[in-house]
């Protein structure tokens, strides 16, 4: 079955990094264009990057380009999320997903496959 595992999430300070992975299983990684999305707490999905199948190209929102960076490994069947210039508006919940569940016009957890998540706090 299909399997999405997130991890890396943790604590970090306000203007610092993580860098989050997603192991994927279950599905032709290699074939499928795969997105991040983050939930903060209280609000709704929020699609944060995108990546074509072969990491050729990628896209943000305005507001996150330049301090979110998407990458895959087709090899290790794994799509990694860098994140800088960290602030408390980026706490939340992060899940990895096929682009075609979560993009910039659509994003919704009843629909395709979602991992569990891995939770970023990031506070002083």
């Known amino acids: 079955q299909v399997q999405l595992v997130e991890s890396g999430g943790g604590l970090a300070q306000p203007g610092g990094s993580l860098k989050l992975s997603c192991v994927v299983s279950?599905?032709?990684?290699?074939?499928?264009?795969m997105s991040w999305a983050r939930q903060a707490p209280g609000k709704g999905l929020e699609w944060v990057a995108g990546?074509?199948?072969?990491?050729?190209?990628?896209n943000y929102p305005d507001y996150l380009k330049g301090r979110f960076t998407i990458s895959r490994d087709n090899a290790k069947s794994t799509l990694y999320l860098q994140m800088s210039s960290l602030t408390p508006e980026d706490t939340g919940v992060y899940y990895c997903?096929?682009?075609?569940?979560?993009?910039?016009?659509?994003?919704?957890?009843?629909?395709?496959?979602w991992g569990q998540g891995t939770q970023v706090t990031v506070s002083s």
């Open positions: 997903t096929k682009y075609t569940t979560c993009n910039l016009k659509e994003c919704n957890k009843d629909q395709g496959h």
């Open positions: 990546i074509l199948s072969d990491g050729s190209d990628d």
């Open positions: 279950g599905f032709t990684f290699r074939r499928e264009a």
